[in-house]
C-alpha cells in the first residue's frame, strides 16, 4: 500500500506580526531572549478554479500570524483553529544563525510528546516553533518556522483505494450534520459517531468511550485539514495519528480518518471538498518517544534555512521616519535609564518664542527628544546671515526680501521630519519701554490675545528672544498660568540658561519659590534697541555658544519633566558639585540627574557653574503683586507697562525702595579729602 504523504504547514506572516514585533523589541522585550508564546490561525484547505482548465488548484497548508499574535488568541473566525507555538527572538544576527536549534527544536518536540504520554491532551499537537532576529535599523526580519511532528516507524500507509472524496463513504446527511456541529464549534480534531444518518461530532476527550464500543467500525477520526490536495492530507494528521497509536494501539492498527476541508455547504452541484481514507500503521514500541521532524523549507530554494522579510520597501516613508525618530530614544530604556519616560517627553508641547539662533538649535534638539509639537513664534524675516548660524535656514528663505522666520523655521521641521506638529506665527510682542501708538492698539491686543492663547495650548515655554524687555511679558503669562518657563540668554563668550520657579502648590508648606529672569533686578525692564550700532544689533557671540545654551535648556526641561516633583522640583544645594555629591542627593535627582535651577556657562573658561537664586518679592516679571493685577486688568495692564514710565516699578513697589536708597545715600555723611 502507498505511504501516506502528508502536507507540510506554510507560514503566512502578515506586516503586522512584524509591525507589532518592533513595538514588543523596542518597549517589552529589549535585550531579553526569553520564550514567549504567539498564536497563529489555520482554517480548512482552499483551492482556486483555473478559469482556462475548470480543474481546482490546491492553495498552500497555511499558517496564518498577524498583529495579534502575541496576545491571548482571541474568537477565530468558523473553520479555522488556533494554534499555539513557542517564539524566541535573538539579539543579533549572528546569535540567530549560531544558535542551538535542534536542541530548541527538540524541547518543543519533548513538550508536545509529554502532553499526549502524561496528560492524553490533544491541544499540542499544532504546537509550532518560531526563530526570529529583527533588524530595526533596515526593518528586515529573519526568520525560520517549525512544525513539530512524529515520525512514524514503520510508515502510515493508505489503503488501495486512496484518499477519495468524503460523499463517498457519507451521504449527504451525515455530511451536513457534521459540517453544522463544525460550524458551531469548531474541534481541531474530534471523532465521529455514525448512527443510522446521523454523525455525532465529538471531542477528543471522548475517545476513551468511543473506542470502547463495540462498533469500532462506526467511528470515524476527523481533523480540520488545512491542506486542499486531493491525496495529501494536512501535517496535523501526523501527531494525530501518533497520539492514537501511543494511546490505543489495540484500536487504531487501521483507522478511518476523515480530511474535513468544507467551511460552507457545496453549491451549484459542485462535490464535497472533505476526503475519506483508511490509514493502518505497523505496532511500535509503546513508550518510545520517536523522531521528529518539521523545520519549514525556503520556498525559493526548497532547502532547509531561514528566511528573510523585508519591509521597509513597502512601509510609508513617514512610517519609517516616525520609528526610526523614536528608536535611539527607546534604545536608552534597554541597559542605560529603564525607567525614563519618553512618553511624557513626546506628548510635552513646547512653544518657542523666538526663532533665530536658539530657537532653531532648540527646535532641533526637541526634535531629538521626540517631541511632537513644536510652535514657534517670531517677528522678522530671515536674512542673508542667517543661513550659516541658524540651521532651519537656507539661502533659498533670503531672497525677495525673506520668509517670515517662524512660519519658514516650521516648514524646515516638517521636512526634516513630517510627522512634527509644528507652527509658525509671526507676532510682535509688546514690551516695556516700548510705547504702543493709539493706531496700533488694536492689533497689539490681538497679538496678545493670540499669545496667551498659545501659552494656554502649550506645556513647556522657550525664551529664546534678543533683548531683554521681549522675554517680559511671557515671564507675566508664565508665572499667571503656571507654565514650564525655560530662558536662554546669550554674551559673547557667556550664556544663562534657567527654568523660572513656578508658583508654590496648594498644599505645599516651606515652599521656596525660585526667581525669574527679573528677579535679580531692582529696576523694570526698559528700552535697550533704541540708539545701538551695528555690533549691539546683532547677536554678536562665539559661534559655538548658541548650540550649547539651546542644547542645555532642552535637557534642563526634559530633566524637569523626569523629576517626580515636576515644575515644582527642588534644585541642587549649592555643594552638590562633583559626581559623589550628585549619587548622595537623590532628593533632587531626576532619573536624568540633577535639576538645576540656572546654568551659568563661560566658554573662555570651559566652565559651567550652577546658581540658585530664590524669587524677589519686588521683580517686575513673576511676583504676586504683578500677576494680580495682569488677572484682573489683563491687556490694559500690558498697555500701561509698555508705555508708563515707572508704572511696573509702582506696583511692585520698586519706586519706594528707590526712594529709601536715596534717601540712605543723602543721609551718608561723606568725608572728602583736603
Known amino acids: 500500500m502507498p505511504v501516506v504523504q502528508f502536507a507540510p504547514f506554510s507560514s503566512l506572516v502578515q506586516p503586522g506580526f ?4 518592533t513595538r514588543l523589541k523596542i518597549d517589552v522585550l529589549r535585550l531579553s531572549d526569553e520564550s514567549l508564546t504567539v498564536s497563529g490561525t489555520y482554517s480548512v484547505g482552499r483551492s482556486i478554479r483555473d478559469r482556462e482548465t475548470g480543474q481546482d488548484v490546491a492553495l498552500g497548508c497555511n499558517l496564518v500570524l498577524g498583529a495579534a499574535a502575541f496576545e491571548q488568541p482571541s474568537q477565530v473566525p468558523p473553520m479555522s483553529v488556533a494554534m499555539r507555538g513557542v517564539f524566541k527572538n535573538y539579539n543579533t544576527v549572528e546569535e540567530f544563525k549560531a544558535a542551538d536549534k535542534a536542541t530548541t527544536f527538540n524541547s518543543v518536540a519533548n513538550d508536545i510528546w509529554h502532553s499526549i504520554v502524561e496528560n492524553r491532551d490533544t491541544s499540542k499537537l499544532t504546537q509550532f516553533l518560531l526563530l526570529t532576529f529583527a533588524d530595526l535599523k533596515k526593518y528586515q526580519y529573519y526568520y525560520w518556522f517549525a512544525f513539530p511532528a512524529f515520525v512514524a516507524k514503520p510508515a502510515w500507509e493508505i489503503s488501495t483505494e ?50 470502547a464500543s463495540d462498533a469500532p467500525d462506526s467511528i470515524i477520526v476527523g481533523f480540520l485539514d488545512p491542506s486542499a490536495s486531493p491525496d495529501n492530507p494536512g501535517w496535523p494528521l501526523r501527531n494525530l495519528l501518533t ?86 530614544l527607546k534604545l536608552m530604556r534597554w541597559r542605560i535609564i529603564p525607567s525614563l519616560d519618553l512618553e511624557k517627553v513626546a506628548s510635552t508641547r513646547c512653544l518657542l ?29 530671515v536674512s542673508f546671515s542667517n543661513p550659516v548660524r541658524q540651521p532651519l535656514f537656507d539661502f533659498e528663505d533670503c531672497l525677495n526680501g525673506g520668509k517670515p522666520k517662524a512660519a519658514c523655521a516650521a516648514e524646515h521641521l516638517k521636512k526634516i521630519f513630517p510627522g512634527i506638529n509644528a507652527t509658525g506665527y509671526n507676532l510682535l510682542i509688546p514690551m516695556p519701554g516700548h510705547p504702543i501708538p493709539a493706531s496700533s492698539t488694536e492689533q497689539t491686543q490681538k497679538d496678545v490675545a493670540l499669545l496667551e492663547k498659545l501659552f494656554d495650548q502649550h506645556d513647556a515655554v522657550f525664551l529664546l528672544m534678543d533683548s531683554r524687555e521681549s522675554r517680559w511679558l511671557p515671564t507675566v503669562l508664565g508665572a499667571a498660568k503656571n507654565k514650564i518657563v525655560l530662558n536662554a540668554a546669550l554674551g559673547f563668550d557667556t550664556y544663562l540658561v534657567m527654568r523660572h520657579g513656578a508658583r508654590a502648590p496648594v498644599s505645599a508648606s516651606n515652599f521656596q519659590r525660585l526667581g525669574c529672569y527679573y528677579c535679580n533686578d531692582i529696576v523694570a525692564p526698559a528700552d535697550s534697541l533704541t540708539d545701538r550700532t551695528l555690533d549691539q544689533m546683532c547677536t554678536v557671540t562665539r559661534p559655538g555658544l ?49 535639576v538645576p535651577h540656572q546654568l551659568r556657562g563661560f566658554l573662555a573658561q570651559f566652565r559651567t557653574l550652577p546658581v540658585t ?39 511692585t513697589g520698586l519706586d519706594k525702595l528707590h526712594m529709601e536708597g536715596d534717601a540712605a545715600l543723602e543721609s551718608v555723611d561723606w568725608e572728602e579729602d583736603e
Not at 358 to 381: K, N, P, Q
Not at 565 to 584: E, K, L
Not at 614 to 637: L, Q
Open 243 to 328: 497520539y492514537l497509536q501511543t494511546l490505543y494501539p489495540s484500536k487504531v492498527s487501521s483507522v478511518r480518518v476523515l480530511c474535513w476541508r468544507d467551511g460552507e455547504l457545496p453549491v451549484g452541484g459542485r462535490p464535497w471538498k472533505s476526503r475519506f481514507g483508511i490509514v493502518t500503521g505497523g505496532a511500535r514500541q509503546q513508550n518510545a518517544k520517536p523522531t521528529a521532524v518539521g523545520w519549514e523549507r525556503h520556498p525559493a530554494t526548497n532547502k532547509l534555512a531561514a528566511r528573510m522579510a523585508d519591509l521597509a520597501p513597502m512601509m510609508d516613508p513617514s512610517r519609517l521616519a516616525d520609528q526610526a525618530v523614536d528608536l535611539n
Open 613 to 651: 537664586g530664590a524669587a524677589f518679592d519686588g521683580c517686575t516679571g513673576c511676583s504676586e503683586a504683578v500677576i494680580d493685577v495682569y488677572e484682573k486688568e489683563g491687556f490694559a495692564m500690558v498697555l500701561r507697562a509698555c508705555s508708563e514710565t515707572g508704572y511696573l516699578e509702582a506696583i
Open 162 to 211: 486512496g484518499w477519495r472524496a468524503a460523499d463517498h463513504e457519507l451521504n449527504a446527511s451525515q455530511l451536513i450534520s457534521i459540517l453544522e456541529s463544525l460550524s458551531a464549534q469548531t474541534k481541531p480534531f474530534f471523532l465521529v459517531n455514525l448512527t443510522g444518518d446521523v454523525a455525532e461530532v465529538h471531542s477528543m476527550e471522548r475517545a476513551d468511550t468511543c473506542f
Open 546 to 594: 548658541a548650540p550649547i545654551a539651546a542644547s542645555t535648556a532642552v535637557e534642563l526641561m526634559v530633566s524637569l519633566l523626569q523629576h517626580p516633583d515636576g515644575i515644582h522640583a527642588p534644585p541642587p544645594p549649592p555643594q552638590s558639585i562633583t559626581a559623589n555629591d550628585v549619587a548622595s542627593e537623590s532628593a533632587y535627582n531626576s532619573v536624568l540627574g540633577l
Open 18 to 21: 512584524w509591525h507589532e514585533l
Open 353 to 381: 518664542l523666538g526663532a533665530g539662533t536658539l530657537g532653531c538649535y532648540v527646535a532641533r534638539t526637541l526634535m531629538g527628544w521626540g517631541v511632537r509639537t513644536i510652535t514657534l513664534v517670531d517677528s522678522s524675516r
